[in-house]
C-alpha cells in the first residue's frame, strides 16, 4: 500500500536551513508527484510546494525565494531544503502525493508529519 | 494566486444534526475544488475530489456540491467521529490554496 514518512530534525535555529526527507513506498516517483504542505500549531495548511513525476518543481510564491524541492528516485526520497529559517516557519511538515484526475489536483496520501521547531 | 474564503470559522452542532461549510474561490476553479478532514494529531485525510466524488470509504452523510466559485461540505445526521476540522483546497492550479478550516465542535 502507498506510504509516506517524514524524517528530519525537530530544532532549528533561526537563520538555519531546514532539511527534511519524504521516504514513499508503495509507489513510483516518475510516475507520480510528490507536495509539501505546513501547518503551524493551531493554524491552517499552506502548501509549499510540488516535485512533479517528471521531475519539475513549481513552488509557493511567498516562500519561493527560500525553498528547494528535489528526489532521488532510486531510494524513492524527496527532499525539502528551506534557508533562513524564522520562528514563523515553526509548523508540521507533511508530504502527500498528488493525485491527477480530469483537470484536478489533490492529496490522496499524506505522512504523519514532522513538527519543526525554530528556536535558539 | 486564488484565495479561498472558508466560512463558518468554527461551528457548534449536535449529533444527528446536519451542518453545512462554504468555501467562496477568488475566480472561477471549473469545479476543482476538494475537500479534507483532519483530527487533532492527525493528517488531513481526503472526502471529496472534483467538488462532488466522494473518496473511496468515505461515508454517504458527506456530500460536496457547488460550481464556479462558490462550493459546499453538508454533513448529514452528524456522528461523533466527525466533529473535526474542515479545509477545502483549490485544485485547478498552483499554488494549491486551501481555505482557513472550520472547527465542527459538539454542542
Known amino acids: 500500500q502507498v506510504q509516506l514518512k517524514e524524517s528530519g530534525p525537530g530544532l532549528v535555529q533561526p537563520s538555519q536551513t531546514l532539511s527534511l526527507t519524504c521516504t514513499v513506498s508503495?509507489?513510483?516517483?516518475?510516475?507520480?508527484?510528490v507536495s509539501w504542505i505546513r501547518q503551524p500549531p493551531g493554524k491552517g495548511l499552506e502548501w509549499m510546494g510540488v516535485i512533479w513525476s517528471n521531475g519539475g518543481t513549481d513552488y509557493n510564491s511567498a516562500i519561493k525565494s527560500r525553498l528547494s524541492i528535489s528526489r532521488d528516485t532510486s531510494k524513492s526520497q524527496v527532499f525539502l531544503k528551506m534557508n533562513s529559517l524564522q520562528t514563523e516557519d515553526t509548523a508540521m511538515y507533511f508530504c502527500?502525493?498528488?493525485?491527477?484526475?480530469?483537470?484536478?489536483?489533490?492529496?490522496?496520501?499524506w505522512g504523519q508529519g514532522v513538527m519543526v521547531t525554530v528556536s535558539s | 494566486d486564488i484565495q479561498m474564503t472558508q466560512s463558518p470559522t468554527s461551528l457548534a452542532a449536535s449529533v444527528g444534526e446536519s451542518v453545512t461549510i462554504t468555501c467562496l474561490a477568488s475566480?472561477?476553479?471549473?469545479?476543482?475544488l476538494v475537500w479534507y478532514q483532519q483530527k487533532p494529531g492527525k493528517s488531513p485525510q481526503l472526502l471529496i475530489y472534483?467538488?462532488?466524488i466522494l473518496e473511496d470509504g468515505i461515508p454517504s452523510r458527506f456530500s460536496g456540491s457547488g460550481s464556479d466559485t462558490q462550493y459546499s461540505l453538508k454533513i448529514n445526521s452528524l456522528q461523533p467521529e466527525d466533529f473535526a476540522s474542515y479545509y477545502c483546497?483549490?485544485?485547478?492550479?498552483?499554488?494549491?490554496?486551501f481555505g482557513s478550516g472550520t472547527k465542527l465542535e459538539i454542542k
Open positions: 502527500a502525493r498528488n493525485r491527477y484526475y480530469s483537470a484536478l489536483y489533490y492529496f490522496d496520501y
Open positions: 508503495g509507489l513510483s516517483l516518475t510516475s507520480n508527484s
Open positions: 483546497q483549490n485544485g485547478l492550479s498552483t499554488p494549491f490554496t
Open positions: 475566480e472561477d476553479i471549473y469545479g476543482s
Open positions: 472534483g467538488a462532488t
